[in-house]
């Protein structure tokens, strides 16, 4: 039976981060960022979507930098898990291969796009998807000529909550809706690639 909430997606959402204290200490981490880098805002697809993203500083923001540096074995031990979880053959693991923070102003969203060519995707939320813009999925089976009906609907929006960690397959259609609040929406998104043990 198909699960209407993530299509039979195989997905992984967990608690990573449980301290309001703690989120608030990220978000002022995140507010730091954007304001010593301002030429952030509108680097490459961002100006069209209202976001602000870390990719215009050329590095790997969770590997190169010491902002985040306490979220890698968090990240790391979950997408282990999920590895698990998918069943991927034991002569492969992972590799972080690509990091960056989104911050998106109030009107914002992120259209539909995937990351392929990578293996594993995902976010830790530092901000309430609920309440600064959902996370949704695209429908994989294309079912959007009956959209009226909520089986058939052409996207599907996940409950997250600020602190949450969601993995997903890089080369899913995933988007974000529009920032209702005046206030910034903060995500730290990552690739894996799969890779050959040494």
Not at 10 to 31: A, G, H, T
Request: charged fraction near 25%.
């Amino acid at each position: 039976m198909i699960d209407k909430e993530t299509f039979c997606i195989p997905i992984y959402k967990k608690k990573v981060i449980n301290s309001e204290k703690i989120l608030q200490l990220y978000r002022e981490k995140c507010d730091n960022l954007v304001e010593e880098n301002d030429e952030g805002w509108g680097y490459d697809w961002a100006g069209f979507c209202g976001s602000w993203n870390s990719n215009f500083l050329t590095y790997n923001i969770l590997t190169e930098s010491s902002i985040f540096k306490d979220l890698i074995n968090p990240i790391v031990d979950c997408t282990q898990e999920y590895l698990q979880e998918l069943k991927m053959p034991p002569e492969y693991t992972v590799r972080l291969d690509h990091s960056w923070l989104n911050a998106t102003s109030e009107y914002g969203f992120q259209e539909y796009h995937r990351h392929a060519p990578y293996t594993i995707s995902g976010c830790i939320y530092f901000s309430s998807p609920r309440e600064y813009g959902n996370f949704y999925f695209k429908n994989p089976f294309e079912y959007e000529l009956h959209d009226e009906l909520d089986i058939f609907k052409p996207h599907r929006v996940l409950d997250l909550e600020a602190g949450d960690i969601l993995l997903f397959p890089s080369n899913l259609k995933h988007g974000v809706a529009q920032n209702p609040k005046n206030k910034k929406r903060y995500s730290l998104c990552f690739n894996f690639n799969h890779i050959l043990k040494e």
